[in-house]
Each structure stands twice: as structure tokens, then as C-alpha cells.
Nanobody
Framework: VQLQASGGGLVQAGGSLRLSCAAS????????MGWFRQAPGKEREFVAA????????YYADSVKGRFTISRDNAKNTVYLQLNSLKPEDTAVYYC??????????????????WGQGTLVTVSS
């Protein structure tokens, strides 16, 4: 599966953005999906994940209550709604896919396919 992330940009603190990740192929609905981010000078970290059916979601503590992950299997797209953004949310955001029909996790090593990333910059 190939992944294309979009929707990043510059936003003021307290603002919102919606990231999208479009996937190629007809088996998107079988892939657990996740979002990760990497800030300048820092390691990549988990943000959110969603099971292939959409019934299970995980969030990093730092984004819980502010970010929402969702998916539209008919459109082969996973979304990440970012609300109440903070300057510390500034990072390149990556979407990723696990192996088909796998159990969704928050471990980056469990993800086999990665998109190119989209930059989110939050100004104070």
C-alpha cells in the first residue's frame, strides 16, 4: 500500500487542522493505521492509531482529548483532526499502515508502510 499525507500547515496556538492520508489499493480496509510525528531534533513518536474496522483507537497521552483519528474505508483515507494545537505539536506528521488484519498497536516497528510526511507548524 502507498500512502500520501496532506493537510499540514502553519496555524496559531489554539487552532485546528485536519490531516488526511490517502492510500492506494483496494485492501485499505484491512490495514490498521497510525499517525506518528517527529519534531526537529527529536525522535519519532506515536500520536494515534485506529484498527482496520475503526472500532479501536489509541492516543498518546500528550494528544488525548485534543486529537481524533478516524477513517473512511470507502475513500481509502485516514484522518487526524488536530484541535487546541500547541507549539509543542510542531512536527512532521507521518501516516503508516500495519500488515493487513493485524492487531492495532502504537509501536512504530509494527508498521510496514509509511507516507512521506506533512509539516505542522504551530506558532505561539
Amino acid at each position: 500500500v502507498q500512502l500520501q499525507a496532506s493537510g499540514g500547515g502553519l496555524v496559531q496556538a489554539g487552532g485546528s487542522l485536519r490531516l488526511s492520508c490517502a492510500a492506494s489499493g483496494r485492501t485499505f480496509s484491512s490495514y490498521p493505521m497510525g499517525w506518528f510525528r517527529q519534531a526537529p531534533g527529536k525522535e519519532r513518536e506515536f500520536v494515534a492509531a485506529i484498527s482496520w474496522g475503526g472500532g479501536t483507537t489509541y492516543y498518546a497521552d500528550s494528544v488525548k482529548g485534543r486529537f481524533t483519528i478516524s477513517r473512511d474505508n470507502a475513500k481509502n483515507t485516514v484522518y487526524l483532526q488536530l484541535n487546541s494545537l500547541k507549539p509543542e505539536d510542531t512536527a512532521v506528521y507521518y501516516c503508516a499502515a500495519q500488515r493487513p488484519w493485524g492487531v492495532v498497536t502504537y509501536q512504530s516497528n509494527d508498521y510496514d508502510h509509511w507516507g512521506q510526511g506533512t509539516l505542522v507548524t504551530v506558532s505561539s
